[in-house]
């Protein structure tokens, strides 16, 4: 995965945005139970930022970078493979956090800020000649690289993408 793959990646959040756009504030915050569209985006959104805001930290320090164990990537394929049957595991605190009101425009703006910014940064750590160093630590999975790390960007947007899809049907 590389830079390309997150332009592609950036193609389908923006076409969900623009499928969404049509909806009322009241129908994006709208839940019976578990979280609303907003919310739903607010958080895929929050990790990407907050895990990319690790990657910069992490990478100021490239001697202490290590390899991806192999091991990783079994994780990734069992903790994939369960979210995908619909096992539901907590994210971490942070991700769990929303603002009172979650602007649609606004966080639209917010991740394609982030998302230019993550392109930028793949493209730093292939200068540096890190990408294939471990600088992101997953919860579940634990340290895995750049390429697993948007690998899991993709998981996660789907996976997400899928509730909002469901949530979308009840309105």
């Known amino acids: 995965m590389n830079n390309s793959t997150l332009k592609g990646f950036e193609k389908e959040r923006v076409a969900l945005f623009e499928n969404l756009s049509n909806l ?17 985006l607010y958080h ?21 970078l290590l390899k991806v164990k192999s091991s990783v990537y079994l994780k990734m394929f069992l903790v994939t493979t369960f979210l995908s ?20 425009k606004n966080l639209n ?11 930028s940064l793949i493209t730093e750590l ?6 294939d160093k471990a600088v992101f630590k997953h919860p579940l999975i634990g340290r895995i690289d750049i390429k697993l790390t ?21 309105l």
């Open 24 to 40: 009322t504030q009241a129908q994006l915050s709208y839940s019976k139970k578990g979280w609303s569209i907003n919310e739903i």
């Open 44 to 64: 895929v959104w929050l990790a990407e930022e907050s895990s990319q805001k690790y990657i910069r930290t992490k990478t100021k320090y490239p001697e202490t």
């Open 85 to 104: 049957l619909g096992f539901k595991v907590k994210g971490p605190q942070i991700t769990q956090m929303f603002p009172k009101k979650i602007d649609l």
């Open 109 to 119: 703006t917010k991740w394609a800020i982030s998302r230019q910014s993550f392109d």
């Open 126 to 131: 292939k200068e540096k000649k890190i990408h």
């Open 150 to 170: 948007l690998a899991f960007y993709k998981f996660h947007f789907k996976h997400h993408q899928k509730q909002i899809n469901a949530l979308k049907k009840q």
